[in-house]
């Protein structure tokens, strides 16, 4: 099961963040100290927490500012105000077993603020109140009774237990209320017991088995239901306060479990995840490190010892596990794969956490880098809390990988991306290195522009606060910065959707069999067709191959015909769309490329209609279309949703006139730079 969208009001720094999209593998947020971006994931993460996470606390939790107004004054009913819903779709494997009619549905489930939890289901058959059945069952009930009378020689003064049952099962016809599992099964027993009394071949013989058939839907309604919250992914969120402590002393933590005096956001709550994933708790390790009596018999000491063995075989267990996934991101060097050999040891009354190095020395934790601490109390909580539900857990991460350096954190973007593949994976940052380059529709902008209004999420890549943006930034600064003059082969272009629609051109092209950009050519987006001049031209003068592509409108000509970029390219790497473009459109850009798709893809997805305008004026750039009809257009959220669109479909799915526009452009590309 997948989030696939969500909303949080009434959490702490929230008002109400709107509904905002959540990728189905990997969503990052950014945005400034202070925006309310982990109060997103702890409200999150109270959907369905892990056992023992504290819920909500109107008191702590409720905004502070309208606490009075909303909570001492009753302006809120706390029975049924939703701080946090998810919006979840299932996969093939979970709507297997379905009623039918239900293969659509979204799951929908949320969390008031008294901590009472709700579900409902769209996409699926309608529901049935009281009101909707009313006649039909008291037309029924009339045939059915006037028949049994017949039947059975009843006079007009003599009761009939026909209508006296039915009353017993459904007290209010005219309620709004939906009609209960419980009541429609009740209904089907009662229509069960009196179908002889039904006329066969009449009108009330359609109308009964109409009235079962509603009322089977209802039963199967709750089916559904029940398979949904079965399925509900648990929410694992990680914090860098969690940390797993180097010796933990097992006779002291035993007695603070069993006293209930534990700080859970720091000291323990990683001890005692360290403990839940090697399946022992701290009393039972603390009494296997204590030693046998003198006096034991052969048989208690024999157990003694299997007691030993099987601890230490699952300490054994547990160290190479957090190993194999530690060296996946610290030791990037196959040919070292024992560098940072993790081991989990119990020596009498202590569990203690030693690295070993490449050298075979070892050490105890607290001895290393911040930074390898964070990866270890990371696998060390994500393990142990997700337990045995791997596949159904979403993981919740606040500023992951903080205190590691830049490039490892590069490195554990790509752990994060693998983890996601089978754990969907919400996480805040501030670092660019944990937004990749070809991530920026995976962002989501948080910010807080005043304290009334509270922490907003925007799915587009916008804000009104340029800090929320800044790890966008820092993230296309570094990587254009690596890229620059370090590949051979570099096509500039105008800015960053030019990079995004040629991108996924070769990701389409390559799924299919055809020829794709050559992998040796590096993509460098300058924001505009006047800095192409100076992208160009800068790595020309390091004896670099470029080659830039611009578009075939005035500001693209304008460039294009710049003395400087034709003296260091010549005119056959300056590459314009209108010699890829074969329509009608007498100044194309590049989104006139897949004209059509993106109409379909606009109306579909963003709800933006311009077909019939674009039909009529086809010779108009679609760009110049959509800015002109939709008010509030955006080049990124079309881009993005080009994007998304390419994840789900592929090549065939252009038009014919597209798909030789796609050939055309990876052709021309390749031959400028071979």
């Given amino acids: 099961m997948r989030l696939i969208k969500a909303r949080v009001k ?279 490190g204590k030693a046998v009596p003198a006096n034991s018999t052969p048989a208690e000491v024999q157990k003694y010892k299997d007691v030993l063995d099987d601890r230490n075989y699952r300490l054994n267990a547990a160290s190479i596990r957090l190993t194999k996934e530690i060296t996946r991101v610290w030791n990037p060097n196959p040919n070292k794969p024992e560098a940072n050999k993790l081991r989990v040891d119990a020596d009498g009354q202590y569990l203690k956490v030693v690295v070993e190095d490449s050298l075979g020395v070892e050490v105890e934790l607290d001895q290393r880098s911040e930074g390898f601490q964070w990866l270890v109390s990371f696998f060390v909580v994500f393990f142990a809390e997700a337990s045995d539900k791997h596949k159904n857990t979403i993981l919740l991460l606040d500023e992951p990988g903080l205190s590691l350096h830049g490039l490892k954190q590069a490195e554990f973007r790509e752990t994060l991306s693998r983890l996601s593949e089978s754990n969907q994976t919400i996480y805040t940052t501030h670092s660019p290195f944990l937004v990749g380059p070809n991530e920026l529709d995976l962002v989501r902008v948080v910010e807080m522009e005043t304290r009334e209004a509270g922490t907003i999420v925007h799915t587009s890549v916008t804000a009104s606060d340029s800090a929320a943006l800044l790890p966008l930034q820092e993230a296309l600064g570094y990587d254009l910065a690596q890229t620059l003059f370090f590949h051979k082969k570099n096509l500039v272009l105008e800015g960053l959707t030019d990079y995004w629609y040629v991108e996924a051109v070769s990701e389409l092209c390559t799924e299919v069999g055809l020829p794709q950009i050559d992998e040796k050519i590096s993509l460098n987006p300058a924001n505009s067709a006047g800095k192409v001049v100076y992208y160009a031209t800068i790595l020309h003068a390091q004896s670099l191959k470029v080659a830039a592509l611009l578009d075939s409108d005035t500001e693209g000509d304008n460039a294009a015909t710049q003395e400087t970029l034709v003296n260091a390219l010549g005119n056959k790497r300056i590459l314009r769309t209108k010699d890829i473009y074969s329509g009608s459109v007498s100044k194309p850009e590049i989104e006139d490329l897949f004209r059509e798709t993106l109409i379909a893809i606009a109306n579909d997805e963003l709800k933006w209609n311009v077909k019939a305008v674009a039909d009529k004026q086809k010779s108009r750039p679609i760009v110049d279309i959509f800015t002109t009809e939709i008010k509030g257009f955006s080049k990124y959220q079309l881009a993005k949703a080009f994007l998304r669109w390419t994840r789900g479909n592929n090549f065939s799915d252009l038009t014919d006139e597209e798909q030789e526009h796609c050939k055309k452009l990876v052709d021309m590309i390749n031959k400028a730079l071979k």
Avoid at 105 to 121: D, E
Avoid at 167 to 196: C, G, L, P, R
């Fill in 10 to 288: 009434g959490y702490r720094s929230i008002i109400d963040t709107g509904c905002f999209d959540i990728e189905e593998f990997k969503t990052i947020l950014v945005g400034p100290n202070e925006a309310g971006k982990t109060a997103i994931l702890q409200a999150l993460q109270k959907l369905n927490p892990p056992k023992g996470t504290a819920l909500f606390n109107p008191l702590r939790d409720y905004p502070r500012s309208k606490y009075d107004e909303d909570i001492s004054n009753h302006g809120i009913n706390q029975d049924d105000f939703t701080v946090v819903e998810g919006h979840f779709s299932l996969n093939d494997e979970e709507k297997e077993d379905l009623p039918e009619g239900y293969g659509d549905i979204i799951f929908v489930a949320g969390r008031y603020l008294n901590n009472k939890s709700w579900y409902r289901l769209e996409n699926a058959p309608q529901q049935l109140t009281y009101a909707d059945i009313e006649k039909d069952i008291k037309r029924l009930a009339a045939h059915i009774d006037k028949n049994y009378r017949v039947e059975d020689s009843l006079t007009q003064e003599q009761a009939s237990p026909v209508l006296t049952d039915l009353n017993s099962h459904v007290k209010e016809y005219t309620t709004k209320i939906y009609i209960s599992t419980e009541d429609a099964d009740s209904i089907i027993k009662w229509m069960d017991k009196y179908f002889s009394y039904v006329t066969e071949g009449s009108e009330e013989e359609s109308r009964f088995d109409e009235l079962k058939a509603k009322f089977n839907l209802i039963i199967n309604r709750a089916k559904a239901m029940e398979r949904c919250k079965a399925f509900l992914p648990t929410f694992v969120l990680f914090s860098n306060y969690f940390r797993v402590k180097p010796s933990i002393h097992l006779e002291h933590l035993t007695q603070r479990v069993s006293s209930g005096v534990l700080d859970d956001d720091q000291y323990d709550y990683g001890n005692l995840c360290l403990l839940k994933l090697l399946k022992f708790s701290a009393a039972d390790l603390s009494k296997a």
